[in-house]
């Protein structure tokens, strides 16, 4: 068996594993309190009279501007486009085509769709009402209200949407490009809006690990069937040459066969 081929899948599950397996300790073998316990740890002391400059990153990187989806959002959004609009004359970054498509799809499906129902499915609290921390702090003096008015807002907390979006725009980069200076610095951007929720005390350690779930999971299944049906037949997306893509889909074809 090639295992190069499930190396990716590998490595989400073995993140996955480990991550159940940290919040089933921290809780002594109750996975909510473990995510309490890793949340208290991971949401960082407040003090609004004296905020710090990470305070402040996380703030703008994650709700500035308007509906609040954050710097970071609206930062990708101005470089994805600008990136796509050049692939049109630039040909190394034809790429762009498919991860402009890939992104918005993936956020009709991913965080439109499954994190959205979700969130309606499973009315889960956010931590800044039911824990006493510092979460409580940051809501009056970041957002101009109440932890009880914002809850009242119908902001469920799981699965996060900030980290659904962060992964969704991120992981096209990690599977289309091969260089590991490109997929690092994508995954840091995801792991930042992710923390930026648990550091702002909106959102527990498994809403955004879920949120990392739906996000990467999504844009991963769209890329498998965009490679298989979309790439080939459609020239205006292709970023190898047609040969190329057929062949890849073939031995794909031929090794899902043996196994």
């Known amino acids: 068996m090639d295992w190069k081929k499930y190396e990716g899948w590998l490595i989400l599950g073995l993140i996955s594993i480990i991550f159940v397996i ?4 921290m809780g002594t073998g109750n996975l909510v309190h473990g995510d309490e316990q890793l949340f208290l740890l991971l949401n960082p002391s407040f003090n609004p009279a004296n905020p710090t400059i990470f305070d402040y ?11 609040g989806f954050g710097l970071g959002t609206y930062g990708f959004i101005v470089f994805g486009l600008a990136l796509f609009f050049l692939s049109l004359k630039i ?9 402009f498509l890939l992104v918005i799809v993936g956020l009709i499906v991913g965080y439109f769709g499954i994190t959205t129902i979700l969130k309606h499915l ?20 970041f957002y101009g209200t109440t932890p009880a008015e914002l809850f ?16 969704i725009f991120a992981t096209p980069f990690i599977l289309i490009y091969n260089k590991y200076w490109i997929q690092i610095g994508a995954a840091v951007f995801g792991v930042l809006g992710a923390y930026a929720r648990v550091y702002l005390g909106v959102h527990y350690p498994i809403d955004v690990f879920v ?34 893509l057929i062949a890849e889909t073939e031995i794909e074809e031929i090794e899902e066969e043996v196994v």
Do not use: C
């Open 57 to 67: 990153f996380f703030v703008y990187f994650s709700t500035w501007g308007p509906a």
């Open 22 to 25: 940290l919040l089933l300790i």
């Open 122 to 141: 499973i009315t889960r609290t956010r931590p800044f009402v039911t824990l006493t921390s510092n979460a409580n702090d940051w809501v009056p003096f």
């Open 152 to 167: 009242d807002l119908g902001l469920e907390s799981f699965p996060s949407g900030h980290a659904t979006a962060a992964f």
């Open 211 to 244: 949120g990392f779930l739906i996000g990467t999971l999504t844009v991963w299944f769209l890329f498998i069937l965009f490679k298989r049906y979309l790439l080939p037949n459609a020239p205006w997306f292709q970023y190898k040459e047609v040969e190329d």
């Open 91 to 99: 040909s190394a970054l034809r790429p762009m085509r498919v991860i």
